[in-house]
């Protein structure tokens, strides 16, 4: 079992729809990244987390530590919005733990 | 700005030679990493650093080679030892005072 876990694996939503993207994990993080890839493989840092709730822009996340659990949501999504999301969790020895990533898709 | 940067963004070798990527951080960020995406897959540590001058082997380090002899920079060498070369190649650095990590644009690497 992966230590970091996200779902779905894979969302197809059409444009204007709110969309959530969920990361569990089992092992104590410090912090939690959001990161965004585009095709073609260029990594863009969403947020970064340790409590509570970040917004910017259409972007929103959420962390829940006692539940292990962060969220990424996207409200009005856009075909733009279309990428694969990971999260990743930095542990007690400072190295990141990486979810296997939600491959978004947006539909016109 | 502050920042990592990764170069180049596409890459391209023929079988057998060595190659080098490059990665550069202003951050003054004691701490840097290498990783390696396969289609489909999670990011898997390759190398990292804590200080300068010293570096550990991550979960797939066969057929890699790193340096840090400053503290800005963190180049990774895949040599002709690696058997499946091609992929993403992502660089990352980190100030363990805030435990934020910073990730540069990612370098993607075509063996043929």
């Known amino acids: 079992k992966n230590e970091v876990e996200q779902s779905p694996q894979n969302l197809t939503a059409q444009e204007g729809e709110f969309i959530t993207i969920n990361c569990s994990y089992s092992?104590?993080?410090?912090?939690l990244h959001w990161l965004q890839q585009h095709p073609g493989g260029g990594i863009v840092s969403l947020f970064m987390?340790?409590?509570?709730?970040k917004k910017h822009g259409r972007l929103i996340a959420t962390i829940n530590i006692q539940e292990k659990h962060s969220s990424l949501h996207i409200t009005a999504s856009h075909p733009r919005d279309s990428a694969v999301y990971i999260c990743?969790?930095?542990?007690?020895?400072?190295?990141?733990?990486w979810g296997a990533g939600t491959k978004l898709i947006i539909k016109p | 700005d502050g920042g990592i940067t990764q170069s180049p963004k596409y890459l391209f070798r023929k079988e057998g030679q060595n190659v080098t990527l490059s990665c550069e951080q202003n951050?003054?960020?004691?701490?840097m990493y290498w990783y390696r995406q396969d289609p489909g897959q999670g990011l898997r540590l390759i190398y990292y650093?804590?200080?300068?001058?010293?570096?550990q082997k991550g979960d797939i380090a066969e057929g890699y080679s790193v340096s840090r002899e400053k503290k800005e920079s963190f180049p990774l060498t895949v040599t002709s030892a690696q058997k499946n070369p091609t992929a993403f190649y992502l660089c990352?650095?980190?100030?363990?005072?805030?435990?934020?990590?910073?990730f540069g644009q990612g370098t993607r690497l075509t063996v043929v």
């Open positions: 990743a969790g930095m542990d007690s020895n400072y190295q990141l733990i």
């Open positions: 650093s804590q200080i300068v001058n010293d570096f």
């Open positions: 951050l003054n960020h004691d701490a």
């Open positions: 990352a650095s980190m100030t363990r005072v805030y435990t934020e990590a910073f």
């Open positions: 092992v104590g993080i410090s912090a």
């Open positions: 987390l340790s409590s509570g709730k």
